[in-house]
């Protein structure tokens, strides 16, 4: 590595935070983002702010399909930074949210190279993209889809990975290789109970996770 070449560290994002205690044990570890979910079918729905939120992680509200106003609207309920679009959101609408000042992750369900190309026409729509394993719930199924699809994506926007990285994932993440890695998003194999987080299983997982290298800028 060149001296003009800096690897940056990955993004850790937990979400499907519910509880204020929890939240606060969480953020404790260092994580860089943590997520809310607004979708009222998931398990991990929060419709009312806890008496904690983190003031050090990044605020995230995942999204499924919600309307503009809606998504406005819980920006400043709980003062989120970044906005996950887990729907069917098109790129225009992408655009929209990001004008309401945060960052715009699009989430993608992956089954083959064609979910993939997908992704090029949300080219300067979205901050980053995030990758996931193909689930009725929108997410949160603990179950992960074949990484290996991820060597056909040639977009510039950087991606989290998701879906099904659990306490036993290390090995494989200190396997996986792109340019585009940005980082991972944990949930439902780290929890005790569905939107509560196990701090015995994150713990020792981010401290491992600490030690891979992101992807290098130069």
């Known amino acids: 590595m060149s001296s003009a070449e800096v690897s940056r560290p990955l993004l850790i994002k937990v979400c499907g935070m519910t509880q204020a205690e929890n939240i606060r044990a969480?953020?404790?570890?260092?994580?860089?983002?943590?997520?809310?979910?607004?979708?009222?079918?998931?398990?991990?729905?929060?419709?009312?702010?806890?008496?904690?939120?983190?003031?050090?992680?990044?605020?995230?509200?995942?999204?499924?399909?919600?309307?503009?106003?809606?998504?406005?609207?819980?920006?400043?309920?709980?003062?989120?930074?970044?906005?996950?679009?887990?729907?069917?959101?098109?790129p225009a609408f992408c655009r929209k949210v990001g004008n309401?000042?945060?960052?715009?992750?699009?989430?993608?369900?992956?089954?083959?190279?064609?979910?993939?190309?997908?992704?090029?026409?949300?080219?300067?729509?979205?901050?980053?993209?995030?990758?996931?394993?193909?689930?009725?719930?929108?997410?949160g199924s603990g179950v992960a889809f074949d990484w290996r699809l991820l060597s056909t994506y040639r977009g510039q926007i950087p991606f989290l990975l998701s879906g099904g990285i659990s306490p036993e994932s290390v090995e494989a993440l200190r396997l996986f290789s792109h340019p585009q890695w940005a980082g991972i998003d944990l949930n439902?194999?780290?929890?005790?109970?569905?939107?509560?987080?196990?701090?015995?299983?994150l713990a020792p997982?981010?401290?491992?996770?600490?030690?891979l290298k992101g992807p290098v800028l130069t």
């Open 26 to 90: 969480v953020e404790a570890l260092g994580v860089d983002w943590m997520g809310f979910i607004f979708y009222p079918r998931s398990p991990r729905f929060i419709d009312q702010c806890p008496s904690y939120l983190p003031s050090q992680a990044r605020r995230v509200g995942v999204f499924v399909n919600a309307s503009l106003e809606e998504i406005s609207r819980r920006i400043h309920q709980f003062g989120l930074q970044s906005v996950q679009l887990h729907g069917d959101e098109e």
């Open 100 to 139: 309401l000042g945060v960052e715009v992750i699009k989430a993608f369900s992956i089954r083959s190279e064609a979910d993939i190309e997908a992704t090029q026409t949300y080219e300067g729509r979205c901050h980053y993209l995030l990758f996931d394993t193909p689930t009725a719930g929108r997410g």
């Open 188 to 201: 439902s194999r780290f929890e005790s109970a569905p939107g509560v987080k196990s701090i015995p299983l």
């Open 205 to 211: 997982f981010i401290q491992e996770v600490r030690k």
